[in-house]
């Protein structure tokens, strides 16, 4: 009797666990804010303030309302600059002119001073990219494919941005991407990229003070000491929230959305907020 009375307290505790990891554990927004210090950095820009969310995946628990409450908690922190590093829709999704309008509507009302950025995630060559690429066209992304930007604010003072494309799908080209930093690596620079572990590439080919990076959900199933039960490829090796590698600083958003199974655990969606400050005094 005690057997089975240990046996049905394990099930309904699995069950508990189960209902928490889909119906309150992917709901809600919480943001991770960070702050970064960089001599590169002109004094110019000091208090910087890039947005940086991911994975949205909209389709699978994310809805218009869900997608609203986001833009209001972007627009709320009053940005510089708002990058998008993904997998914009659910692969399950099928998407209809109606998506795409309600979509683009909710980005393009989210305001940044210096501009909005994207990239191409695996998932969204995996839908109907000229959809996706429409959506970032009319909410006023621009869309870094193998490409960069140099932000000149009234001082005229440089932060060069640019955007590989996705590693799995995609055709990545750091040499195009990174060509400007070849003579002007005094340029405080941002790249980014899907999937993380592709950092590894970047800077073999060049230095960049700050990669942003999502694709792991920093494992959307997470269990405490052990960690991520699992990361997709990609983000094998680089996977949880921030790294240092060498001189260049690797951040991961853990996304909003879900992807596969629609589970989180001890790993609520989020957005990361950083302030970019010119280095502290010694």
Known sequence: MKKIKTIIIILISIILIIIYARFIATSGLITKEYTIYSDKLPYSYNGLKIVHFSDLHYGSVITSKRLKQIV??????????????????????????????????????IS???????????????????????IYKNSNFTLLN????????????????????????????IKSTTSY??????????????????????????????ILSGH??????????????????????????????NNTKLYISSGIGNTDLNLRLFNRPSINFYRINTKKDS
Do not use: W
Request: charged share 30%; hydrophobic share 30%.
């Open 112 to 134: 940044a001073k210096y501009g909005k950025y994207t990239i191409m995630g695996n998932h969204d060559y995996e839908e109907n990219k000229s959809k996706i690429e429409k």
């Open 146 to 173: 193998n490409q960069y930007d140099i932000i000149i604010n009234k001082e005229k003072d440089k932060i060069y941005l640019g955007g590989i494309d996705d590693t799995l799908l995609g055709n990545p080209d």
């Open 181 to 210: 930093l070849k003579e002007n690596n005094d340029t405080y620079s941002i790249i980014l990229v899907h999937e993380p572990d592709y950092s590894t590439n970047i800077l073999k080919e060049q230095e960049v003070d700050l």
């Open 216 to 245: 792991s959900h920093n494992g959307q199933v997470r269990i405490p000491i052990i960690g991520a039960l699992y990361t997709p490829n990609g983000a094998k090796k680089y996977y949880k929230n921030y790294y240092t590698i």
């Open 72 to 109: 209001d908690e972007i627009n709320l922190i009053n940005p510089d600059i708002v990058i998008f590093t993904g997998d914009l829709l659910d692969k399950s999704l099928k998407t209809d002119d109606k998506i795409v309008e309600t979509i683009s509507k909710q980005l393009k009302s």
